[in-house]
């Protein structure tokens, strides 16, 4: 691939690795690894708490974000997280946050 025909997206897991009950180290590492066998043609560097991947510019983000979901089913983890499309000038990628749980208590 030349530089042109690639682009790069950045997946940050920090919430993930530090939530109290479920989050290891081993969470960020199981999703790179599952994000490179769901997509051969990616490749995944792991920089302390994001995970940078390289694709080609063919393929959509939104494959991406399928497969996170994918990994966080696969997990049990779907009713914890969600991976949020974020965006800034010079980055763009996902993150993945806790869901917000809202109990209500009747008296």
């Known amino acids: ?5 690639i682009k790069h997206i950045i997946i940050n897991v920090k919430e993930l690795i530090l939530a109290p009950k479920v989050g290891k180290e081993q969470n960020a590492d199981d999703l790179s690894r599952f994000l490179v066998e769901q997509l051969p043609q990616i490749e995944v560097d792991r920089n302390g708490d994001q995970l940078e991947i390289t694709m080609p510019e063919k393929l959509s983000k939104k494959a991406v974000k399928l497969r996170i979901k994918k990994f966080l089913h696969q997990k049990n ?18 993150m993945i946050k806790k869901r917000k749980v809202l109990e209500l208590s009747y008296y």
Do not use: Q, V
């Open 77 to 94: 983890l779907f009713n914890e997280f969600r991976p949020i499309l974020y965006r800034t000038h010079e980055l763009e990628g996902y």
């Open 1 to 5: 691939m030349s530089k042109a025909e």
